[in-house]
């Protein structure tokens, strides 16, 4: 399976961006799906993440800032960003569990990863 992420870029503090991941190859279902960063000298940790039926769960320091969504006919996960802060400066990595065919065993897969920078 490969994942390819896309939206990042250089934004000023306030600014706005969307990201997406299109997951495809050998896949029967995608089960949850997920954003990633990780800052320089931090460890990575989770943004947001979305199930297969729409269920969200955000990060604390995101809430009420960023949005995640799923597009399942296109096997695509957004992220969408908004007021972003110098401290959402990071590499963001979608991430999803996805099972490849019947009776398989779920499996996590990650993206190349896409830098956003925010200038304050």
């Known amino acids: 399976v490969q994942l390819q992420a896309s939206g990042g870029g250089l934004v000023q503090a306030g600014g706005s961006l969307r990201l997406s991941c299109a997951v495809s190859?050998?896949?029967?279902?995608?089960?949850?799906m997920g954003w990633w960063r990780q800052a320089s000298g931090k460890e990575r940790e989770l943004v947001a993440e979305?199930?297969?039926?729409?269920?969200?769960n955000y990060a604390d320091s995101v809430k009420g800032r960023f949005t995640i969504s799923r597009d399942n006919a296109k096997n695509t996960v957004y992220l969408q960003m908004n007021s972003l802060k110098s401290e959402d400066t990071a590499v963001y990595y979608c991430?999803?569990?996805?099972?490849?065919?019947?009776?398989?065993?779920?499996?996590?897969?990650w993206g190349q990863g896409t830098q956003v920078t925010v200038s304050s």
């Open positions: 991430n999803v569990e996805e099972v490849p065919s019947v009776g398989g065993w779920a499996r996590s897969s």
């Open positions: 190859g050998n896949i029967f279902r995608i089960n949850n």
């Open positions: 979305i199930t297969s039926g729409g269920s969200t």
